[in-house]
Every structure is written in structure tokens, then in C-alpha cells.
């Protein structure tokens, strides 16, 4: 491979694992977005007259607290029966591996482009943090190529949607789909 060719390459796929971390960031916030305004939403049509009063609860939440407020705020919002309580407890669990995965990615050290002179795929990325233990501080390496963080998005697109079709449902007084 010619040296310009390589560089253009090199160009192209750390760019493209650039914009996947990040499409990623955003599409887990959609995640926590879509979670806070179906607890707006109950609040408001359970009464709550002032809408800066939801936000300065909600306000500053991270995910996992958000989370355990959703799941709350679903259980206390109408009675559910069993199939609508499998529902919601599959979503939770969905959301709260994705926050795990989110963490994991966002709180990690990246090494986008860096490779030796001789190197010639760079479509995948290596990172790692530590972790203190009972052990002692562990190192925990980590290799993602492109396609894993997108489908860490595809996953985030999908609870997105259904939190909403929860949110929907909830709005027009069905059992949850």
C-alpha cells in the first residue's frame, strides 16, 4: 500500500470511529431524554400545573437515577398487569445494560489513530481504563471496532422508540406493546 493511499485510509476509518463514539453519546441521551419526558409527561397529566416544577426535579439526573425514576414513576402512573410489568422490567433492564456499556465506553481512554508506521487497518480502536478491586487497581483493556458502536446506537434507537410506544400507550390508556 502506497503511503498516501495509507494515510487516506488511516483518515477515513479513524474519522469513522470518531463519529461512532460520539453518534453513540448522543443516541444514549436520546435514551435518557425519552425516559424523562415520559415522567414529564405523567406528572403533568396527573396534575402537576407547573412545568418548571418537573424540570427542576428532573433536572441534573444521570441515567441510572433517571432510570429508577422511570420505573417508578410507570409503576405509580396506572395498575399493570403482569404482561405490562414484564414489559417495563425488560426495558429497565435493557436501559440499565446500556448505561453499564455507555459508562464503560464514555469513562475510557480511546487510542483513535494510533498505529505504527507499518500499520494499515485502522478500523477498530483499543482503550482501557483501571479499576480499583479488593485486588488492587486492575487494568481493563478494551477493543471496539466501528460496527460494535453502532450497534451500541442501533440498541440505544431501539429503547428510544420504545420508551416512546410505552409513553404512547400510557397516553392513550392501552397496555403496553
Not at 433536572?59 to 425514576?69: E, F, H, I, S, V
Not at 508506521?117 to 466501528?146: I, M
Amino acid at each position: 500500500m502506497q503511503e498516501k493511499e495509507r494515510q487516506e485510509k488511516y483518515k477515513a476509518q479513524t474519522e469513522e470511529l470518531y463519529a461512532a463514539i460520539g453518534r453513540f453519546a448522543v443516541k444514549f441521551e436520546h435514551v435518557c431524554h425519552a425516559m424523562a419526558d415520559t415522567i414529564f409527561w405523567c406528572l403533568h397529566f396527573d396534575g402537576l400545573r407547573k412545568e418548571g416544577m418537573a424540570n427542576a426535579v428532573l433536572a441534573g439526573l444521570t441515567a441510572d437515577p433517571l432510570r429508577k425514576m422511570f420505573g417508578a414513576v410507570l409503576a405509580e402512573a396506572r395498575e399493570n398487569n403482569e404482561q405490562d410489568k414484564k414489559t417495563i422490567e425488560g426495558v429497565l433492564k435493557r436501559v440499565q445494560k446500556l448505561t453499564e456499556s455507555r459508562n464503560n465506553v464514555i469513562h475510557r481512554t480511546w487510542f483513535v489513530g494510533w498505529a505504527s508506521s507499518q500499520q494499515e487497518d485502522f478500523s477498530s480502536v483499543s482503550g482501557w481504563k483501571f479499576e480499583n478491586t479488593k485486588k488492587g487497581s486492575e487494568f481493563r483493556p478494551l477493543k471496539y471496532s466501528v460496527a460494535e458502536f453502532n450497534e451500541l446506537s442501533a440498541e440505544a434507537d431501539e429503547l428510544t422508540n420504545a420508551i416512546g410506544r410505552i409513553k404512547g400507550c400510557l397516553i392513550q390508556g392501552k397496555r403496553y406493546e
